[in-house]
């Protein structure tokens, strides 16, 4: 058994800097071995340069969406970008995600994502389902459990550019919340209509569909066509329906759905 | 305060210390009661060990196999944990486990279905009917995303990036607790009626490792450190599976759901060699030859029932990880210090569809495709069976007022956990700690004022390491305490080991004590990783004299001179107990098993 280490080095620009002081590139030179990823860099600065560089990161297995930079420019989890799919004649750039607010180093202030996810109604299944109703067959339940592999790393927040830019007044949830809407509204069971709380709270028309969103999702979720287009047709079957829309003036019923709670 | 100096205060009835599953379970089983529930962790929320499951969730739902019931599941687990398990923790675990899991559906957790609809089960390791509940292989983070939604929805006041570093207590009674904001660096305050702890393991402690930073023994050290006891320190989980190239990747969990699926295990030689490791009165339960594990995988893809007995690699945990160390301390391991395990050899589509993630680690971190040739794969410490002594009904510790459920807490997994009886587990048990910890703060009619005292010491040592001169890096000490657990408290231990490793650790306290850090306060992980180190010194200490004690080989705990079980041994917990300043280690009885359940086991 032989464990051929052959190592050789990378340069690294770390972004450091906290939300009081602004911030600038550092430069680290790190010994890397095969296979190493952007985290284990970052690991090794701070075990051996810089103890106090702030980097959140939990599984390292791309299982928990904590350990989320901007690599090269690029929204990516540093557990799973590898140093060898970089380019090896410049330094690795590696900044905090740009559409937060900084905390320190590549730790950025998340928490608006939550507020977010408090507003949206939870799970809602009717009470007095019989038992048979909760069997589904596995064919139908596939496209829910899509969107349930988000692991809320929050890069397609960081990449989409109507949070990115500011671009909005009113607030528009971004693409990891309309999934998370997404798998609510198609689970077999639930009963809770989010057709308004998607067209105004969710500010869900401010997404022009660019795809940014499904190229960074690290599980590959089909973000857009799967989860935010499908929403949007929902709002629009809703409120511009011709059809509907002269029915509710005729019945002078506002339109269905409410938030539903 | 009463010099003046400023710190948050939150009071609470009752105070969870932890988010992932059992902590989450907790904290929505007590606010359901309406009392006032506050929920602290060291991460985001959603971001807790439980998302890194990935198997499944054991219960006997009897959904594939119609003749499970919880008399098996129960005779399982206590065989898998070689009889040390408390039986009333194995006994409610099982009963209770099927309705914990249908409970999780109704709350829109969406596990794999079987061909009429209802949840899919698949086997897995020392379990005699396929039985765990799952999708694909990201069941934890099915259930973590399920209990977050929950919590959220029950108004839980959740503190997220906050370390706790001390429990406060005053007469004899948890009276709260003690930490600082990772953001921020200053000190907090949670006085509350009653405190669950649900902090997980220890497996930072060790180099190779499928734990996480937080994995540091913080709930198992804070307990100790107030005075409650801790039992069966000496167990601790290598799991056989881990991936051991690159380097970067070594620990990382490689799923038991590749064994459950059908994977083979093979030595450099090619020889399927679990054959020659399965313990002789277990012997009958296994295939007898490779036709008929083959007809047990055959059936088990397509979703059937067959005669034919479940494979070799399905052997428990512990067995499974020493016969691995073993091939390769005698020369026939793989090039990186490992074994081979295939799953290759069933169709491709197949293997992407059941286990979805393992098939990306691979390809994104190793360059192996998993459905084309085999993984190299080698244990890896994972899991701690040892823990806070609990009540088995109430999840109550030996010191009034602290609740302990989950990893952190000991007994229910006996010498060797099964898996998938974890993440049901910290179901079952954080549901019971969070009513139990509710009709005790129902009796304790305020919560008390934090003694000024005890928060001003507690605050002061939070300042310490920023003041020491000439101390040294605690990622130097922590490193030097990796390799002593990873070489000397290993999977297979012996008394020189053993001894060696308490001195080794006793000079690792003593360089502690001296740790030094640079920076600010402000999210800075050095000055962090002090105080999880500190966890981590007192749980290897009791892991490393526990070991010692314990003169016999059971379950995960191997000695190379005691080979045997010894019959004394089998009747007695060990016990760890702060003594002063003294770490007393010591066995007690188990408790006694009633006749009924007793013929479940024996049979």
């Not at chain 1, 330094?91 to 559409?99: C, D, F, L, N, Q």
């Not at chain 1, 939550?114 to 389902?129: G, K, L, Q, T």
Request: aromatic fraction near 8%.
């Amino acid at each position: 058994m032989t464990n051929v280490r052959s190592y050789t080095f990378r340069h690294f620009s770390v972004y450091r800097g906290t939300a009081e002081y602004d911030g600038e590139l550092v430069s680290y030179t790190v010994p890397v071995a095969s296979g190493m990823v952007v985290l284990d860099a970052l690991h090794w600065i701070q075990a051996n340069v810089a103890p106090d560089l702030a980097v959140r990161w939990n599984c390292k297995a791309a299982k928990c969406g904590s350990c989320s930079a901007e690599v090269n420019g690029r929204p990516s989890l540093t557990c799973k970008t590898r140093l060898s799919d970089l380019p090896a004649d410049q330094p690795i750039r590696v900044e905090p995600m740009r559409t937060f607010p900084l905390i320190k180093d590549l730790v950025t202030d998340v928490s608006w994502n939550y507020e977010v996810n408090r507003s949206i109604v939870p799970f809602s299944p009717s009470p007095d389902a019989p038992e048979e109703a909760w069997r589904w067959r596995q064919e139908d339940i596939e496209r829910v459990q899509e969107y349930r592999k988000c692991i809320e790393c929050f890069l397609c927040q960081d990449i989409c550019h109507v949070l990115r830019n500011h671009e909005t007044k009113t607030p528009f949830m971004g693409p990891r919340f309309l999934v998370r809407v997404a798998g609510l509204e198609l689970h077999p069971m639930d009963r809770a209509d989010r057709t308004k709380y998607l067209k105004n709270d969710g500010g869900i028309g401010y997404c022009n569909i660019t795809k940014c969103c499904t190229e960074v999702c690290p599980e590959h979720i089909k973000i857009t066509d799967n989860a935010i287009i499908p929403l949007k047709e929902r709002v629009a079957d809703t409120y511009y329906d011709p059809v509907q829309v002269l029915w509710r003036l005729v019945t002078r019923r506002p339109p269905a759905g409410g938030n539903g709670a | 305060m009463s010099d003046g100096e400023a710190f948050e205060t939150y009071p609470h009835d009752v105070l969870v210390i932890g988010a992932g599953g059992a902590g989450l379970r907790a904290a929505i089983e007590a606010a359901s009661a309406g009392v006032s529930v506050g929920l602290v962790c060291k991460s985001l929320l959603g971001k807790a060990h439980t998302v890194m499951a990935e198997g499944g969730v054991a219960a006997a739902l009897a959904n594939v196999a119609e003749a499970d019931s919880w008399q098996i599941h129960f005779r399982d687990t206590m065989v898998g944990g070689k009889m040390l398990n408390n039986w009333r923790m194995a006994q409610l675990h099982a009963q209770e486990a099927p309705e914990r899991v249908r409970e999780l559906e109704r709350w829109g957790a969406v596990f794999d279905r079987t061909r009429d609809g209802r949840i899919l089960q698949r086997p897995f390791g020392g379990h005699t009917n396929p039985r765990l509940a799952h999708v694909g292989d990201r069941t934890g983070l099915e259930m973590i995303r399920t209990l977050q939604d929950r919590a959220v929805a029950a108004g839980i006041s959740v503190y997220m990036e906050c370390t706790m570093t001390r429990l406060l207590t005053d007469d004899g009674r948890v009276t709260g607790a003690f930490g600082y904001w990772r953001i921020t660096g200053k000190p907090v305050v949670f006085p509350a009626k009653a405190v669950i702890l649900a902090t997980g393991g220890i497996g930072r402690a060790y180099q190779i490792t499928s734990n996480s930073w937080e994995y540091s023994g913080d709930g198992h050290a804070l307990a100790y450190g107030a005075g409650a006891e801790l039992i069966d320190m000496e167990f601790v989980q290598f799991h056989p599976t881990g991936m051991v190239w690159p380097p970067g990747v070594r620990g990382l969990l490689v799923t038991e759901a590749v064994r459950g699926e059908g994977g083979i295990l093979r030595n450099r030689d090619g020889d399927r060699f679990m054959w020659s490791y399965l313990p002789d009165d277990r012997r009958q339960e296994y295939a007898a030859t490779d036709e008929e594990a083959s007809r047990w995988v055959e059936a088990q893809s397509a979703g059937k029932t067959s005669d034919a007995r479940r494979p070799p690699e399905l052997s428990t945990r512990d067995n499974v990880s020493r016969a691995i160390y073993t091939e390769v301390r005698e020369g026939r391991g793989s090039e990186h210090g490992g074994v081979f395990l295939d799953i290759s050899y069933l169709p491709p589509d197949h293997v992407r569809r059941k286990l979805p993630s393992m098939y990306e680690q691979f390809k994104e971190l190793a360059d192996v495709d998993i459905t084309t040739g085999p993984m190299e794969i080698g244990p890896t410490t994972h899991y701690m069976m040892g823990g806070v002594r609990v009540d088995a009904e109430t999840e109550a510790s030996t010191l009034p007022g602290l609740f302990a459920a989950g990893e952190v807490a000991g007994g229910m997994h006996g010498a060797n956990r099964l898996g998938g009886n974890s993440l049901s587990d910290l179901l079952v048990f954080g549901q019971r700690a969070g009513a139990a910890a509710v009709a005790f703060a129902a009796e304790n009619a305020k919560v008390r004022e934090p003694d000024a005292a005890r928060v001003k010491e507690a605050t002061d040592e939070l300042a310490a390491p920023f003041e020491e001169a000439a101390g040294e890096d605690p990622y130097r000490i922590h490193a030097d305490l990796q390799a002593t657990m990873q070489s000397l408290v290993g999977i297979f231990r012996t008394r020189e080991d053993l001894e060696e490793a308490i001195d080794r650790l006793a000079g690792l306290r003593a360089r502690w004590q001296r740790v030094r850090v640079s920076g600010s306060p402000a999210y800075n992980p050095g000055w962090n990783l002090t105080f999880e180190l500190r966890s981590m010194l007192i749980c290897s200490e009791a892991v490393a004299r526990s070991a010692l004690q314990r003169t016999e080989s059971r379950g995960a705990h191997a000695r190379v001179d005691f080979p045997e079980a010894d019959a004394d041994w089998a009747r007695c917990n060990s016990t760890v107990t702060l003594d002063g300043e003294v770490m007393r280690v010591s066995a007690e009885p188990l408790p006694e098993m009633p006749a009924e359940l007793r013929g479940l086991v024996e049979h």
